[in-house]
């Protein structure tokens, strides 16, 4: 059974940075997608980053050129290096896992989420 868990929320003013964590447990092999997404109250699950089977890195607009996202060489771990944070990046993240796509509709695999909180 697949788990996927995530670490690093916490709360910073606008302009610092924060790291969060994604690890997934429990596939046979190495061919899987992985995901961070966010969410405000009343809101939709966004997406964030999106790391592909094949290692590619995909970053929503609004955090191109400020969040990093990195894999560790086994691929479980991801990490996500979020800088210059800015209020409108508070919300819910979710790290998503899946054996083909990892969009918000076709991702089986969630992790709990972790808050991130930036005061302006």
């Known amino acids: 059974q697949v788990h996927v868990s995530e670490s690093g929320g916490g709360s910073v003013p606008a302009g610092g940075s924060l790291t969060l964590s994604c690890t997934v447990s429990?596939?046979?092999?190495?061919?899987?997608?992985m995901a961070w997404f966010r969410q405000v109250p009343g809101g939709e699950r966004e997406p964030v980053v999106s790391?592909?089977?094949?290692?590619?890195?995909y970053y929503d607009e609004s955090v191109e050129g400020r969040f990093t996202a990195s894999q560790d060489n086994a691929k479980n771990t991801v990490s996500l290096q979020m800088n210059n944070l800015k209020p409108e990046d508070t919300a819910m993240y979710y790290c998503?896992?899946?054996?083909?796509?990892?969009?918000?509709?076709?991702?089986?695999?969630w992790g709990q989420g972790t808050q991130v909180t930036v005061s302006s």
């Open positions: 429990g596939y046979t092999n190495d061919h899987f997608c």
């Open positions: 790391i592909a089977i094949g290692g590619g890195i």
């Open positions: 998503a896992s899946d054996h083909l796509l990892c969009t918000a509709r076709d991702a089986r695999y």
